[in-house]
């Protein structure tokens, strides 16, 4: 397994499911399957729209994670996002 992750791989590691990215996003909790998977616009792992990344923006800042624009859009190192999260706080696996 790659120590890069994906936009939504990011997302899921700091938010925990899946399920809860899309629900942070006010879409359907099972909407997110199909974002691991590559489509017609966009290429596997990434996030379908800005709105669902200002959604996930404004979550991060609520709960006090330093989330930044970059990190939906290229994914990062699995260890800057741990580092995110702080020792209190550990990752969910991606």
Known sequence: MSS?????E???RLFGSSEEVSS??????KSGYAWHAASKWRDAGDLPSTRVMRALLAEARARGIPLEHRHLIEGAPAA????LLGADRP???A
Do not use: K
């Open 4 to 8: 890069h992750l994906t936009p939504f």
């Open 10 to 12: 990011v997302t899921i």
């Open 80 to 83: 800057e996002i741990d580092a």
């Open 91 to 93: 990752a969910v696996a």
């Open 24 to 29: 942070i996003a006010g879409l359907h909790r």
